[in-house]
């Protein structure tokens, strides 16, 4: 049903009505359309008041079908369609909580890239998910879960999750049942090309190089990752479970070790869950792992960095080894970054060929170096006093060789593990 009034000075833009979604056409009569081109691979997708009432209707449709929660019961959510004046705009999302719950208003270009306006739609229809029932605080839906499910709805259901033009009034229900299609086959192609990221990365990614063929990995890793949880048994009843503690946490991590506590009590076992799943996806060669015992011993190797050090002033200088620990107490930012940078490119390599549970201990030493590194360079940065520097810098110097000093604990540990396995294994 359209609604096109005028009472007094005020003009009600037309209006579309579908299940929870009250659709508004803000845009001027006589605007032209601009017909823009996509600025990137995906292409373009050209809304009107029907188009989005419907196509919003059937993201939602086929989201309650992947998560396995009813299509009923929903809250109002506004789609404002507002004129596009140049390409890639983004989408404009906000939440308001009311006396009686929670409202959405969601401003959408009418000419968008494709999976940009699912990635809209999935986020503001997760939030109404996660903020159902609570307030004040609203939820912080994480970039992998908006991501992968997203990508995985646009290859699960095809061309018809957004319609390219209907007739008005139509209001017919088309999602395909794809039976036997292979929604990961992109990101399999995309993660045997490139390394798939790490949990770190997957949980706190750093937006601003989400481009090109940074943003596509990511975007498939975080597809891999949601599909194999919502594998597990009862894993699409822990995502929504996810959802709804969001709002009561600082941080999904907390949220996601409450809901999935029974797979994964650590962050720990999580990790070493990725790492497993990455290794059967991909396909990565069994052969091509070493054993134990060479990677520890090219993971010592690589943590004792060698260095040219001068005793005194009229001495030359000496060839000797450092530790990752003496560099960052001891060394001037500059030299510790070239390296540090580089210590962390060789920790990447050598991951690749460990068992599971080295390749896990490698990638955190690679994620605490790399974390100093970052952190570093925006204190070295920073136009301040220098009293407000010295104390950043200090606390996280002291943080990071208090990190370092537990993962050499755990090197010993695991060294220690496998020469215990390696004598039981040779007695008679």
Same mark, same amino acid.
């Given at each position: 049903?359209?609604?096109?009034?005028?009472?007094? =000075? #005020?003009?009600?833009?037309?209006?579309?009505?579908?299940? +929870?979604? #009250?659709?508004? &056409?803000?845009?001027? =009569?006589?605007?032209?359309? =601009?017909?823009?081109?996509?600025?990137?691979?995906?292409? @373009?997708?050209?809304?009107?008041?029907? #188009?989005?009432?419907?196509? %919003?209707?059937r993201i939602k449709r086929a989201l309650c079908r992947e998560l396995d929660v009813s299509p009923r019961g929903w809250g109002r959510i506004f789609?404002?369609?507002?004129?596009? $004046?140049? %390409?890639?705009?983004?989408?404009?999302?906000?939440?308001?909580?009311?006396?009686?719950?929670?409202?959405?208003? #969601?401003?959408?270009?009418?000419?968008?890239g494709e999976l940009k306006f699912i990635r809209g739609m999935v986020?503001?229809?997760?939030?109404?998910? %996660? +903020?159902?029932?609570?307030?004040?605080?609203? %939820?912080? @839906?994480?970039?992998?879960?908006?991501?992968?499910?997203?990508?995985?709805?646009? +290859?699960?259901?095809?061309? &018809?999750? @957004?319609?390219?033009?209907?007739?008005?009034? $139509?209001?017919?229900?088309?999602?395909?049942?794809?039976?036997?299609? &292979?929604?990961?086959?992109?990101?399999?192609t995309m993660l045997r090309a490139l390394p798939a990221v790490t949990l770190t990365e997957l949980g706190h990614p750093d937006l601003a190089n989400l481009k090109g063929d940074h943003l596509k990995r990511y975007q498939s890793s975080a597809?891999?990752?949601?599909?194999?949880?919502?594998?597990?048994? +009862?894993?699409?009843?822990c995502l929504v479970n996810l959802l709804r503690e969001l709002p009561s946490c600082w941080n999904w991590e907390t949220a996601f070790l409450r809901s999935f506590h029974a797979y994964f009590p650590r962050l720990l076992d999580l990790e070493k869950w990725w790492m497993v799943t990455l290794t059967g996806f991909t396909g990565r060669d069994p052969t091509q792992v070493w054993s134990p015992e060479i990677c520890l011993e090219k993971l010592d190797e690589i943590l004792l960095i060698p260095a040219q050090v001068r005793l005194a002033p009229d001495v030359l200088p000496i060839r000797t080894y450092v530790t990752p620990q003496q560099i960052i107490?001891?060394? &001037?930012?500059?030299?510790?970054?070239?390296?540090?940078?580089h210590l962390t490119s060789r920790l990447a390599a050598l991951r690749v060929n460990c068992p599971l549970d080295i390749a896990s201990l490698v990638e955190r030493y690679r994620q605490t170096v790399q974390n100093y590194l970052q952190k570093r360079a925006e204190a070295y940065s920073i136009s301040a006093t220098r009293g407000q520097i010295a104390v950043s810098i200090r606390l996280l110097v002291r943080e990071t060789l208090e990190q370092l000093d537990e993962l050499y604990r755990q090197r010993e540990a695991l060294r220690r593990d496998q020469a215990a396995a390696a004598g039981s294994s040779i007695k008679p």
């Open positions: 049903m359209f609604v096109a009034a005028t009472w007094g =000075a #005020v003009t009600i833009p037309p209006t579309r009505r579908a299940q +929870n979604f #009250v659709v508004q &056409d803000l845009r001027a =009569a006589a605007r032209p359309t =601009a017909n823009l081109k996509a600025g990137g691979e995906q292409p @373009i997708v050209t809304l009107d008041l029907d #188009v989005l009432a419907l196509s %919003a209707e789609l404002l369609l507002k004129g596009t $004046s140049e %390409a890639d705009q983004d989408i404009v999302i906000v939440s308001t909580s009311y006396a009686d719950g929670w409202q959405y208003r #969601v401003e959408i270009p009418d000419q968008v986020e503001v229809l997760l939030l109404e998910l %996660a +903020n159902r029932g609570q307030r004040p605080k609203s %939820a912080e @839906i994480p970039t992998w879960l908006n991501e992968g499910l997203s990508l995985q709805l646009k +290859n699960w259901v095809g061309p &018809d999750l @957004i319609l390219s033009s209907v007739s008005v009034g $139509s209001m017919v229900r088309t999602i395909r049942d794809l039976r036997g299609l &292979d929604t990961l086959r992109e990101a399999r597809q891999l990752f949601v599909h194999e949880l919502s594998r597990l048994p +009862n894993g699409r009843g107490s001891e060394w &001037d930012f500059p030299l510790q970054r070239v390296a540090l940078e």
